[in-house]
């Protein structure tokens, strides 16, 4: 009884250290070696994910940054002992509750063939050698700026993305759906910027499942200049059902509310069916300062459009511009948000959503966000 209470009060402790209940579910640092020219790294259960990016260090070096996603490490354990010719230095670190940190510092112009698979990472220690390990590699994507080129381009290229589709319905509340509302919005956002003039290309235009990564792959291929991503969404409890409602527009940051962190969970589930789903997406190097500034922009000039059209007919609440972890904008090289049309579990709100009217409101609201962006950042 006591011993229990005890646990109790120490798993309590935690809880507050640490805001999350992630750490419990640790997956263990076990072991390093060096083998065959690359570092690998051992853990007590499967990797979650692994982040990389670089940075440049002060003495001319790149310091290469590994962030293995739910590990942690044990007391005692370390890989500074090693070393290897042209790497300065390993570091291992807990960089948060559920996040370590390996720094390999060294002159090498890359390290970025690396792989994980299983509990096992393998990080090759010379430039353009690949991990001999047939497992998930991880690409260090830049950000480009296909917007600059357009002075050459004849015709923008937008993607637009209607979330879910096929087997994922999305949110859904009586005989509302999701997929079918967001699909229905996207076919008209994507007639309205053909007649003025761009190229639009959607990643689904019939009820198809698409998984995540391709989204952004996609319009990626497309050297797209813009990609929306458009969704609606649902109140979390029936209690709220009243309550929720509003457009909300997310892009992609670290830091995000509680509301964004609900939202995000929501729309991620689906990634999470197949863990190899988020391959090669690299999560922090697309955190690149100018792209959440352009992304946020062209949220605000959306956020704008939709409330000034749908207002002429509607009452509509702004939930406002904010950030979050939707996985479908990790990956695109183009400014890129997710549009929450609204939530279908609100009595009124969800009634709209389903209104011809109101959708090819939200629809010219969005294309004339894009529209009003581009022209601005026209150079
Ligand atoms: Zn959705």
């Keep these: ?29 076990i072991k390093s070696e060096i083998r065959q020219g690359e570092l690998r790294l051992y853990f007590s259960s499967d990797i979650e994910g692994v982040k990389y990016f670089s940075l440049p260090s002060k003495d001319g070096s790149t310091k290469y940054v ?78 480009k700026k296909p917007y600059i080129s357009t002075t050459n381009r004849k015709k923008y290229i937008v993607v637009i993305d209607a979330g879910h589709g096929g087997k994922d319905n999305g949110a859904s509340y009586k005989n509302r759906t999701e997929k079918k509302i967001v699909l229905s919005i996207a076919k008209k956002v994507k007639r309205i910027l053909q007649k003025d003039g761009l190229k639009v290309y959607m990643t689904r235009d019939s009820d198809r499942f698409v998984k995540l990564p391709k989204r952004t792959e996609f319009a990626n291929k497309k050297m797209a200049n813009i990609f929306v991503s458009i969704h609606a969404n649902a109140a979390p409890t029936k209690k709220t059902a009243k309550i929720f409602n509003g457009i909300e527009i997310y892009y992609l940051s670290k830091a995000h509310s509680k509301r964004a962190k609900e939202a995000a969970e929501k729309e991620n589930s689906v990634m999470f069916e197949n863990k190899d789903l988020y391959t090669k997406n690299d999560y922090l190097s697309l955190l690149n300062r100018e792209k959440i500034i352009e992304s946020h922009k062209l949220g605000l000039d959306i ?67 894009i529209e009003r962006y581009l022209k601005n950042t026209r150079r």
């Design 66 to 143: 590994y962030d293995i996603e739910g590990a942690t490490l044990p007391s005692g354990k370390g890989i500074s002992q090693h070393s290897y010719k042209n790497i300065d230095s390993f570091r291992i670190a807990q960089n948060s509750a559920n996040k370590l940190r390996i720094v390999i510092k060294s002159p090498q112009k890359a390290l970025d063939k690396h792989a994980y698979k299983n509990n096992m990472l393998f990080i090759p220690l010379k430039y353009g050698k690949k991990a001999s390990i047939d497992g998930i590699t991880i690409e260090n994507i830049s950000y």
């Design 303 to 369: 956020d704008n459009k939709i409330l000034s059209n749908i207002r002429k007919k509607y009452k509509v609440s702004n939930g406002g511009v904010k950030s979050a972890n939707f996985w479908v904008l990790v990956g695109a090289q183009m400014p890129a948000i997710l549009v929450e049309t609204g939530y279908i579990s609100h009595p009124r709100e969800g009634k709209n959503l389903l209104s011809s009217t109101y959708q090819s409101l939200l629809a010219k609201g969005i294309a004339e966000g």
């Design 1 to 29: 009884m006591e011993k229990t209470i005890l646990n109790k009060k120490i798993i309590l402790i935690f809880f507050i250290l640490f805001y999350t209940n992630e750490l419990f579910a640790g997956n263990n640092f």
